[in-house]
């Protein structure tokens, strides 16, 4: 009787959300920068973590996609946001575009980049990078992406996994002592005193 | 028929279809449990509660009710707060319903059903690390209260707001971490596998690892900001918190939001801890056979969640009149000095214990 539409199959279609993403995250970065208003930019960076988090889906690494939303969306930008409201900040006032040498000697350098990544990519003959191991098929055999994060980050590289936890754990230990300073000094004081 | 259609098309009109169909739930939970919100307390303290709205002489024990004010609160007058940051809010609404609405797609709705030769699961979203999935969304539900605060330009509702994403961020932290050992002892961090795992009423989560789900239970009250943790809107202190400054259909976008992941936590918490869409000491995958109509065991098992998570509603509203409020100091002290030592010392012992056995 009727066909279904052909357009309707994996690979095209993967393709169309590839092209939806990558066009979406590059206008929603260039939001987050020319954005006036500090919240703005807050918040098209999460809607722009999120798009990211999308297209690392569509590449089947749901595992990576679900920790960058946990993490970078879910958790660090909301602090950006906190800090930002409580500390009330203003929309920059429009000043014109006025640019000191070394700001636009920046400008001319990455515009140059600009130019000769979209020459290259245009030209229809991408770098070939060198594949590794870790091909999508090689990791469903060995067990999924989950498991093979887990194993590589707890048994090759546990020592630098345990080394970043303590970083961490020192800053936090850090950040209090900065946030109780008068308090610390003053039972010092009392203590030479005495 | 010449009806062709490959196995992506099928799975394509699945999924559409499956949306449509957990959306609609989710828009129509609300209006459920604002009646069985005023039914059940009234219920508890001997009155009679709303019981006259109907059509023409059925009262269907004012169920209708909730009907009236959705209707209401749609058609009010909308007003919008002189020097509210206009972008920020019209979009909080949004930000706030989005992440509960898909966070219910993750949830395995009953078991894989054989449809026209073809294996369609029944969650939406069906990804291997569903139980992250959830956490990463659900953890995207602050922006909607933080900016919903922020934008009304009212001090009241920026008050309401840091309180309430002081608390679900805190939150959040129990809540991970009492499903932990859950993921330990089934090995997996897709829903449905756990599902399946948990076959047996002592293969349960609840009966394997009680301190995990009394930390679940707890934390979930938490993170919907609700009594006795609703502090976001003590309406003694804050007029009504974050969203103070709002009217009409953004208004019901909120609440939408509030009651849409009160259900999916509870969905949660019956997957996770009371074996999802399993009943025990029978298969529900074998009723397709059994009784001969492809499909059925999706239609049972979706009934079976259904009716373990309308328990944990129901505990919601019982909770609520039952507990007073806390105070803010005692909110934070509960979470950080209590509920995250023990979740530690929950997840160690637990993977002590399980590395014993397997030893």
Same mark, same amino acid.
């Given at each position: 009787m ?6 309707l ?11 939806f993403?990558a066009a ?5 970065s260039?939001?987050v ?10 918040v098209?960076?999460?809607v ?5 988090a999308?297209l ?7 595992f ?5 939303i946990?993490?970078y969306a879910?958790a660090?930008?909301v =602090?950006? #946001?906190?800090v $930002?409201?409580?500390?009330n900040?203003? !929309?920059?006032?429009? *000043?014109? @575009?006025?640019f ?16 000769i ?7 229809g003959?991408?770098p070939?990078?060198i594949?590794g191991?870790f ?6 055999a ?5 498991y ?7 048994t090759?590289?546990?020592?630098p996994f345990?080394?970043?936890s303590? =970083?961490? #754990?020192l800053? $936090?230990?850090?950040?209090i002592?900065i !946030?109780?300073k008068? *308090?610390? @000094?003053k ?7 005495r | 028929m ?8 099928v799975q394509f009109?699945a ?8 959306a609609?739930?989710?828009?129509n ?6 009646w069985?919100?005023r039914?059940?307390?009234a ?9 006259r709205?109907?059509i ?26 002189e ?7 019209h ?19 009953g078991?894989d059903?054989?449809?026209f030769?073809?294996t369609?699961?029944l969650?939406v ?12 969304i ?6 909607g ?7 009304s ?13 002081a ?10 971490m009492?499903?932990?050992p859950?993921?330990l ?9 756990i599902?399946?795992?948990?076959s047996q ?5 609840v009966v394997?690892?009680?301190i995990?789900f009394?930390?679940?239970?707890i ?12 502090l976001?809107?003590?309406?003694g ?23 849409v992941?009160m ?10 801890f ?8 029978f ?11 492809p499909?059925?065991?999706g239609?049972?098992?979706f ?7 309308a ?5 919601y ?8 409020r806390f105070?803010?100091d005692q909110l934070?002290?509960?979470?950080w000095k209590?509920m ?10 637990t ?9």
């Amino acid at each position: 009787m009727f066909d279904l539409p052909l357009f309707l199959n994996s690979s095209l279609l993967s393709i169309g959300v590839f092209h939806f993403f990558a066009a979406m995250i590059t206008i929603v970065s260039l939001l987050v920068v020319v954005s006036q208003h500090p919240v703005k930019s807050a918040v098209f960076l999460v809607v722009d973590l999120f798009l990211l988090a999308g297209l690392y889906a569509s590449m089947d690494s749901h595992f990576i996609a679900a920790i960058q939303i946990l993490v970078y969306a879910g958790a660090i930008v909301v =602090l950006f #946001l906190f800090v $930002i409201m409580l500390l009330n900040l203003k !929309a920059d006032s429009i *000043k014109g @575009l006025r640019f000191s040498a070394p700001e636009a000697a920046a400008l001319l350098i990455s515009f140059i980049g600009f130019l000769i990544m979209t020459f290259n990519v245009f030209r229809g003959q991408a770098p070939e990078g060198i594949k590794g191991g870790f091909s999508i098929e090689a990791i469903d055999a060995n067990g999924g992406n989950t498991y093979m994060v887990a194993m590589r980050l707890l048994t090759t590289y546990i020592w630098p996994f345990e080394l970043a936890s303590m =970083l961490i #754990l020192l800053a $936090i230990v850090a950040a209090i002592v900065i !946030a109780k300073k008068d *308090k610390i @000094l003053k039972s010092l004081i009392q203590k030479e005193l005495r | 028929m010449g009806l062709t259609m490959n196995e992506f098309t099928v799975q394509f009109i699945a999924t559409l279809l499956k949306f449509a169909v957990i959306a609609g739930l989710c828009i129509n939970i609300p209006p459920i449990m604002v009646w069985a919100e005023r039914r059940v307390p009234a219920f508890m303290q001997r009155r009679k509660g709303p019981n006259r709205v109907g059509i023409f002489k059925w009262r269907l024990y004012g169920l209708l009710q909730s009907a009236a004010d959705a209707v209401k609160l749609i058609f009010k007058e909308e007003v919008v707060p002189e020097g509210a940051a206009k972008a920020f809010y019209h979009i909080a609404p949004v930000f706030s319903v989005f992440p509960a609405i898909m966070v219910a797609m993750a949830i395995p709705y009953g078991p894989d059903i054989q449809l026209f030769g073809y294996t369609i699961p029944l969650s939406v979203i069906r990804v291997d690390v569903g139980f992250l999935f959830i956490f990463a969304i659900s953890s995207l539900a602050v922006y909607g209260v933080t900016i919903a605060g922020w934008a009304s330009n009212n001090k009241y509702s920026l008050l309401g707001a840091l309180r309430a994403s002081a608390q679900m961020i805190s939150y959040e932290i129990p809540l991970g971490m009492s499903l932990i050992p859950i993921v330990l002892l089934y090995g997996s961090l897709d829903l449905n596998t756990i599902v399946i795992a948990q076959s047996q009423i002592w293969k349960w989560g609840v009966v394997l690892s009680p301190i995990s789900f009394c930390l679940f239970v707890i934390a979930m009250f938490a993170e919907t900001n609700r009594a006795p943790f609703d502090l976001a809107e003590a309406e003694g202190e804050l007029v009504a918190g974050f969203h103070t400054e709002y009217t009409s259909a953004k208004f019901a976008a909120f609440f939408l939001a509030e009651y849409v992941s009160m259900f999916v936590l509870s969905c949660l918490a019956a997957t996770v801890f009371f074996g999802g869409w399993q009943i025990p000491f029978f298969d529900i995958r074998s009723l397709d056979v059994l009784i001969g109509i492809p499909g059925v065991s999706g239609l049972v098992g979706f009934g079976v969640l259904f009716v373990k998570a309308a328990f944990f509603m129901w505990l919601y509203v019982w909770v609520r009149w039952t507990i007073p409020r806390f105070r803010y100091d005692q909110l934070m002290s509960l979470g950080w000095k209590f509920m995250i030592p023990i979740g530690l010392l929950n997840v160690v012992v637990t993977a002590i214990v399980l590395a014993v056995i397997r030893f």
